[in-house]
């Protein structure tokens, strides 16, 4: 396209272009999308848990090989195929994530725009080079730093850099830095820091990053695993200081050591988390939704609140002009040749001044060529644009409510305001934009507007989303509050609103008037759903407002007057066609526009943390009964041999154990993450784990070891029956643990359990599966013994959830 600046420079040539690409002059700034391969393998196989796991495996090979051959020794090692399997499928699942956050990001990445050999071209950020003359727009990123050349009005947004919420006007020689983003004006600077010298790879880059920011849920879990690794150590010690009392089965027991400790690992949940997060990811990727943080998927699942920007997100980009109203007396070819003219003299035409473009191209109004001596941008604050004539004064177009608050128009007779006003009014309340083009005796971006006379009224029909009161109405019904804010008149949002059957339409609320107090605002905030004419800073506000209350606030937009409002909310959601700079601050780009795409963004949180809140359960579970198994074997057998009686050995062999996980923990746990869910998330995830681990933890834990020491008692320490016996009463009780996790049910959890516990008795009943398992069929009594102990198990654990005061429930 041509340039439309005033600058004599035209640019750098393709001479020039081709001298600073061979000398390395580039913004060479990586785009990582995503995790590099390495960084995914390193993740997934060097861990603290895998090398513990490794150790443990090498101990139960390596002493079991001594005394019965390597396929003995290898057997007693497979409870290490659950890292092996879980890293595969963690690794793959992460890869395939990778993929399709580096095709996404690539749809997202938005070029810039520079002034070669007299034109304006857009190019990717990394083709920029030092000396480019880059031409900046509103919404359009900063992406190098350098000097001002020429200053159109222009105003740059450095809130992302400073803090400070105003835009800063910038004149020629003034620096602009990369991570701002122009609002307001247009303007050339010349590229003079670029690549790893600028902010860009530090601050824009990072928006596409593959990362693991902030989550409550991966805190949570490496909480768990902190407080394991303080309680593992000991335990372990006093579970092996009290094996080696028996001397004579030395190798044994330390294999038998190693069957106590491995349950206590959660070894699968990291990764589970992973995996489920990445088959998050790929999902989304499939509705062409870039997540841009992984925990993002989480952020919505917890969101209760969901600010919506009306333009953009419930009507779609581009708007009609539906007619244009000239005041009586004012002739409308006046009006015609204004409303070209400033069509003609704006560099950076919004949406609004595009349409109004197109309908005088239809009606084949040329541009009257009326000379320019300054041009006022439209800014979201301000509510206006207008253009300096040199022989035909100053002209605006703008928020009615906004110029004809200035207007100098004779009131109507019956003292009501002005006319146009009133009739402004009453078209907004019919779902339509309007818009006031008027005169001014002066103008001034920074001193206000005076001497206003009403020329005509613009009027604009917008399009509705289609999905749009589907996707609203699901958000109700899942119990998330919705507060639509707009730029607009409150009328007209309210219009649109009711068109979309929204709650509390007709209560709109108009934002010049909100109250200063943050108490006051969150008050209202709490009442109230509609908000029009809402400034920039105020969207900031709202979430602000909202937060305090104890709100996880989602925001979506498209313009740049919404990135502060992004930046700020727990979770901030843009619209791929939108401006540059909501997509570069957004946790979630809609690349397709299509706001029906976020309840599968929802559901998909929901997914994620409802499941892995399971899989916490299933694993926590495991690890509290195999501690407290082995304190009470380590206790009981330092006071065996304090009182001189036969040592207590620990029933398990590495086989039994996995056997156990297998069934109720490995494949059940793998489906359960991977599973729909559609409760919403709730807060305080360690505490609700917990609330549930450790007494069905214990409930295992007890009744197993009872259950052992009777069938000692029974069979004698020779005989296979009592660690049998327990691993049936521990694989029950476990399995019943599971089936509790696993509510509410549906055909194929009622099959997933099942279908484990069947194949545990076919494990049982099957002499080759039983011989490699070293069990055996038990007797009657010893069925007994475990059908009791499974019995009480279960009858205190589902005491404990029911009887148990509420807030421990809660």
Known sequence: MTTPMLAG???????????????????????????PLSAILRANLFTPLNAVIGILAAIAIGFTALDKGLLEGLKQGLFAGVIIANILIGTIQELR???????????????????????????????????????????????????????RNLEIDESLLTGEADPVAKAPGDEVR??????????????????????????????????????????????????????????????????????AAWRETIVKTVAGIVPMI????????????????????ARKCLVQELPAIEGLARTDVLCLDKTGTLTEGGMDVDEIRPVDGVDAGEVGEALAALAAADDSPNPTMQAVAAHLKEQQAADPGWRVIDVMPFSSARKWSGTRFTDHGTWLLGAPDVLLDHASNDTAADGTGDPMALEADMLAAQG???????????????????????????????????????????????????????????????????????EGAADTVDARRLPEDPEELADLLERATIFGRVKPHQKQAFVKALQSRGHTVAMTGDGVNDVLALKDADLGIAMGSGSAAARSVAQVVLLDDEFATLPHVVAEGRRVLGNIGRVSNVFLTKTVYAIGLALFIAVGAIWSWIAGNDPLPYPFLPIHQSLINLFTIGLPAFFLALAPTFDRARPGFVKRVLKFAIPAGICCAVPTFVVYLAALAHDGYDSDLPQTTAAITLFCLALAALA??????????????????????????????????????????????????????????????VVRPKHLKD
């Open 9 to 35: 420079d035209r640019g750098l040539t393709a001479g020039e272009v081709a001298e600073r690409v061979e000398a390395g002059a580039v913004n060479e700034a990586k785009r990582h999308t995503s995790r």
């Open 97 to 151: 994530a990778k993929r399709t956050l580096d095709k996404l990001s690539l749809l997202n990445q938005s070029n810039a725009k520079v002034l070669r050999d007299g034109e304006v071209v857009e190019v990717a950020p990394s083709a920029i080079v030092r000396d480019d003359l880059v031409f900046v727009e509103p919404g359009d990123r900063v992406v190098v730093d350098g000097p001002v050349v020429e200053s």
């Open 178 to 247: 990369s991570g701002s983003f122009a609002v307001a004006g247009t303007g050339l600077f010349r590229a003079e820091h670029i690549g790893a010298d600028s902010y860009a790879a530090k601050l824009v880059e990072e928006a596409s990053k593959f990362t693991l920011a902030r989550s409550e849920l991966r805190e949570g879990i490496n909480r768990f695993i902190k407080l394991i690794n303080w309680l593992i150590v000991p335990i372990a010690l006093l579970l092996i200081i009290s094996q080696l009392a028996d001397a």
């Open 266 to 285: 959660p070894e699968g949940l990291v990764l589970l988390t992973s995996v489920a997060f990445a088959v998050g990811v790929i999902r989304l990727g």
């Open 432 to 502: 339509l934009r309007v818009l006031a083009l008027v005169t001014a005796e002066s103008a001034s971006t920074t001193g206000g507007v005076t001497g206003v006379k009403a020329k005509a009224l613009v009027v604009l029909r917008q399009r509705l989303r289609s999905t749009a009161a589907d996707t609203l109405a699901y958000f109700k019904e899942q119990g998330v509050a919705v507060k639509i804010i707009s730029g607009d008149s409150p009328a007209a949002v309210g219009a649109v609103a009711a068109q979309l059957g929204v």
């Open 740 to 801: 509790i996790v696993a509510k509410p049910y549906t055909w194929w959890k009622a099959l997933l359990v099942g279908g484990c516990a069947a194949a545990f008795v076919v494990v049982l009943s099957v002499p080759p599966f039983a011989r490699f398992y070293e069990l055996e069929l038990p007797g009657v009594w010893n069925t007994t013994a475990a059908a009791i102990g499974v019995a009480s198990g279960v009858a205190a654990l589902l005491f404990w959830l």
